[in-house]
């Protein structure tokens, strides 16, 4: 079985600039997460979906970070303007549902605003 | 408020020695725990988790933890370390009520010395 994956891995960018980050989670899981994980620190939820509606984005700073789900399959979070606060790991996970389940991440991007 | 609480920022330990992991939680609802390993530059992967039944789980790679209800505490445990352990520990708990969302706690880093 395939696990999450995302791309890419890496991205450096200029503070102002944009950026999006891609994710495509395990085959047949409904649940989709977008975690920002700081250095030093664990993982912060973000946005999480339920096949291509939107669960849970009360933490995600709307006036600049995007996210969406088309067909409740892949999903990109998007950044515009990034700030240097931004630099951190964009982790991706996803789950078979919103139960008690176990999530499964993807290895990450990590972002360096400049 | 709930909150998920590694107490050790960092933890030395020599190879061939046991491994604790402190994880102290506080939460209203019933909740779920989970215990995931960070390598440098990789995702979350799952070594182990508690939904219910009996209070003392086994995971992979040898590791096992305790839930205890009356400390608010799932520990981690692994009886004898290997070089290969070195890595960022993260304890996370969610609840049945809060639709898979999941909480983390600030991580754990493992160094083994030889």
């Known amino acids: 079985e395939a696990g999450v994956a995302q791309s890419p891995r890496y991205k450096i960018i200029e503070k102002r600039q944009s950026v999006a980050f891609w994710c495509n989670p395990i085959?047949?899981?409904?649940?989709l997460y977008w975690y920002q994980q700081i250095l030093g620190q664990g993982p912060k939820l973000l946005i999480q979906f339920q096949n291509n509606g939107v669960v849970d984005d009360s933490q995600l700073p709307k006036d600049r970070f995007s996210a969406e789900r088309l067909k409740g399959v892949d999903s990109t979070l998007k950044i515009q303007p990034a700030k240097l606060e931004d630099s951190a790991v964009y982790l991706c996970a996803s789950s078979p549902g919103t139960g008690a389940y176990e999530q499964y991440f993807g290895p990450g991007t990590r972002l360096t605003v400049t | 408020a709930q909150s998920v609480t590694q107490p050790d920022i960092h933890i030395t330990v020599s190879e061939g020695a046991s491994l604790e992991l402190r994880c102290n939680y506080s939460y209203g609802a019933t909740p779920y725990l989970f215990w995931y390993v960070q390598s440098p530059g990789q995702g979350l992967q799952l070594l182990l988790k508690y939904f219910s039944g009996d209070t003392l789980v086994q995971g992979i790679k040898g590791f096992e933890a305790e839930f205890k209800r009356s400390q608010s505490s799932f520990n981690l445990r692994k009886p004898s370390v290997h070089w290969s352990d070195a890595a960022e520990y993260f304890c996370?708990?969610?609840?049945?009520?809060?639709?898979?969302?999941?909480?983390f706690g600030a991580g754990t880093q493992v160094v083994v010395t030889p």
């Open positions: 085959s047949g899981h409904a649940t």
């Open positions: 996370a708990v969610g609840t049945t009520d809060s639709w898979g969302k999941l909480q």
